[in-house]
C-alpha cells in the first residue's frame, strides 16, 4: 500500500491516532515537545521531540486493515531497528506509555 494510501486510510477510518496521541503526550509526558507522525507503505511511525529539538523514534505502528487493528513495534536504539510486539494488545496509547517509560522519557513523569 502506498504512503498516502496508508494516510488516506487512516484518516478515512478514524485513525485520529495523531490528534489523540498528541494530547495523551500533551497530558502525560510533558518532557516531549511534540510527537511526529510519518507514513511509509504499511507503517506510521512515531518519534517524541524533546525540547531541546532532539527527535528520538519511539515506535511504529502496521497498518492491520482496520483503523482499530495495528500492529506495534518498538524502537530499539542498540540495534537502530524496530521489534514488533505481537505479546501487546493494549490500545496506542497504553503502548505509547510503555515505549516513553522504556526510553526514560519519564524523569519528571
Request: proline share 2%; with cysteine; charged share 20%.
Amino acid at each position: 500500500m502506498r504512503t498516502g494510501a496508508v494516510a488516506a486510510t487512516c484518516a478515512q477510518h478514524g485513525f485520529g491516532g495523531a490528534a489523540r496521541l498528541r494530547a495523551h503526550a500533551k497530558a502525560n509526558w510533558p518532557q516531549l515537545a511534540e510527537i511526529h507522525l510519518r507514513f511509509r507503505g504499511q507503517f506510521a511511525y512515531l518519534a517524541g521531540e524533546l525540547a531541546d529539538g532532539e527527535q528520538m523514534p519511539l515506535m511504529r505502528l502496521r497498518y492491520g486493515g482496520s483503523a482499530h487493528r495495528w500492529g506495534t513495534a518498538i524502537y530499539v536504539a542498540s540495534k537502530d531497528s524496530y521489534e514488533d510486539q505481537i505479546w501487546f494488545s493494549g490500545s496506542t496509547e497504553e503502548i505509547f506509555d510503555l515505549v516513553c517509560d522504556l526510553h526514560g522519557t519519564n524523569a519528571d513523569h
